[in-house]
């Protein structure tokens, strides 16, 4: 708003926000890529069993839009139920306590929804540490580490979010505009899905 008073265009990268104006939004379709993760969860446990949700941050944009896209993709799979939600606070270890505490208090758990590649990992570290390799993790974002983990069948999946491409992309779009083009309002990147079979195409970016 600050940047409305002052005449200054701003493009958004990443993440949409609640208040001022802005040019346009450009980043990955974080929505369709929960979807991925989510379908990726889904085929690992062949549409069957408890699963936990692992969450980032409450009350952000990703973290709606992912928790609605799992929602949207459980209910097509009836026989899939979403037990408990774990709060993340970013730390590495307070996530792998809580999944263990998860783990036991569900001893039926199967699979694992991480909002990002960061608390994935923690909880397939859980997971190992507990003698379950039985239960399935997907993450979100594409990391060096969680591609690593997908190509040893650490992780089942994950989904490539492309921050260097959203600020490459950002850049391009600022330049468009101070030539005078019209921009859309959203310029949406792709977020292809990450698993054991194509896991080789890509590359970690972060």
């Known amino acids: ?38 379908e990726i969860l889904m085929e690992s446990l062949r549409g069957k069993g408890e699963i936990a949700e692992l969450h980032q941050i409450l ?17 097509r799979h009836p026989d899939v139920k979403i037990v408990t939600r774990l709060l993340n606070e ?7 306590s809580r999944t263990q505490e998860a783990l036991t208090r569900y001893p039926h ?3 694992i929804y991480a909002h990002g590649d960061i608390e994935a990992m923690a909880a397939v570290m859980a997971c190992e540490q507990a003698g379950r390799k039985d239960v399935k993790v997907v993450g979100m974002g594409g ?20 921050p260097y491409e959203e600020g490459r992309l950002g850049v ?11 921009l859309e ?11 054991k079979d194509n896991a080789a195409e890509f590359k970690g970016q972060y």
């Open 109 to 111: 758990l199967k699979g």
């Open 172 to 182: 391009k779009c600022a330049l468009r505009h101070l030539k005078g083009e019209k």
């Open 185 to 195: 309002k959203q310029i949406l990147l792709d977020c292809p899905k990450i698993t």
């Open 143 to 162: 990391s060096e580490e969680a591609i690593k983990a997908i190509r040893a069948g650490r992780l089942a999946g994950s989904t490539y979010q492309q």
């Open 59 to 75: 009350g952000t944009a990703p973290q709606i839009l992912r928790t609605k896209a799992l929602n949207e993709v459980a209910k």
């Open 1 to 38: 708003k600050s940047l409305n008073r002052a005449g200054i265009p701003v493009i958004i990268l990443n993440r949409e926000v609640a208040g001022g104006d802005y040019v346009c939004y450009t980043g990955v379709d974080t929505y369709k890529g929960a979807v991925g993760a989510a």
């Open 90 to 96: 970013q730390d590495r270890s307070k996530t792998i």
